[in-house]
């Protein structure tokens, strides 16, 4: 409705996930480099943690968009199931088996190491996504670590990305896990943004939206998302959308900190006074 009127080609603030907005700050950046190296390196298993909305998930889709030529993944988008559900998942996402078909579990295994050696012969790293993993049943964990045991003399056969909420991190913490820790080499939790760095966000989805580097918000309205936010991306997207249709509303062709203020106050009203943060993120 506001693109028009702010001469933007999209919707700069969309929730879903997209790698072409992807604002590499120094957080995601680092986080970017840390995945990267854990993949070239095939370190095994990784750990990735952040909060709700904090662009894991953005971040992921990113590294295998980069990577689309050079491995081979799959990834579990809803792994509270139980183990044979998600190794089913796994190994109809490579293609190695139809998702109805009938085989015992260690056919599945045979199936799926003869693919993975396939694989590390024609130099393909194999990798599994497993995001919100803080779901994973703690029994299927277990097996789920048991697949890294797939291995030759030289090189991990498989490699395994955790991705998740911080408690995900109290989970391997846990006495049983010791042995899944250890094997995690490369673990990175993803902190919410800047100050700096929710201004300069903002501004790079708005110029890949379309705006050319045309300034939409003022730096006291940046300030304002940012205080409001705690620099949460998709906290920050949801104000930035709101702020724009006010904005379009009432013909305002910059976007200050006062009707910023009054699309906060209109959000919260919407929700409830007494809204949590956590609890506003997940009704997006």
Avoid: W
């Avoid at 700050?25 to 993949?39: F, I, S």
């Avoid at 889709?61 to 579990?76: D, E, G, P, Q, V």
């Avoid at 304002?224 to 930035?240: D, K, Q, W």
Wanted: overall charge negative; glycine content about 4%.
């Amino acid at each position: 409705m506001y693109k028009q009127f702010y001469g933007l080609r999209e919707n700069p603030f969309n929730l879903t996930p997209d790698p072409d907005f992807l604002y590499l700050g120094k957080v995601h950046q680092k986080g970017m480099a840390y995945l990267t190296y854990g993949l070239e390196a095939r370190k095994g298993f990784i750990q990735l943690t952040g909060e709700i909305g904090s662009g894991k998930t953005t971040l992921l889709k990113t590294l295998l968009m980069r990577n689309r030529n050079k491995i081979k993944s799959a990834f579990i988008v809803n792994p509270k199931a139980t183990f044979e559900q998600l190794f089913r998942m796994i190994l109809f996402q490579f293609s190695i088996i139809e998702l109805e078909a009938e085989y015992p579990k260690d056919v599945l295994l045979s199936k799926f190491y003869n693919y993975l050696m396939e694989q590390s012969k024609q130099n393909y790293p194999v990798v599994i996504i497993f995001d919100e993993a803080q779901n994973i049943d703690i029994s299927v964990l277990e097996e789920i670590r048991m697949l890294s045991n797939l291995e030759t003399e030289k090189t991990k056969l498989v490699q395994m990305i955790f991705v998740g909420q911080p408690e995900l991190r109290e989970t391997f913490l846990l006495p049983k896990f010791r042995q899944l820790k250890q094997r995690i080499s490369v673990a990175y939790h993803i902190a919410p943004l800047s100050k700096d760095d929710t201004e300069a966000y903002i501004n790079h989805r708005l110029k890949v939206a379309g705006a050319n580097g045309r300034s939409i918000f003022t730096q006291c309205a940046c300030n304002e998302i940012y205080s409001h936010s705690n620099g949460v991306p998709r906290l920050i997207n949801i104000v930035c959308d709101a702020t724009l249709l006010a904005g379009y509303v009432e013909e305002k062709e910059v976007l200050d900190e006062n009707i910023v203020k009054e699309v906060i106050s209109e959000l919260i009203e919407d929700l409830g006074n007494n809204t949590k943060q956590d609890e506003y993120l997940s009704t997006t």
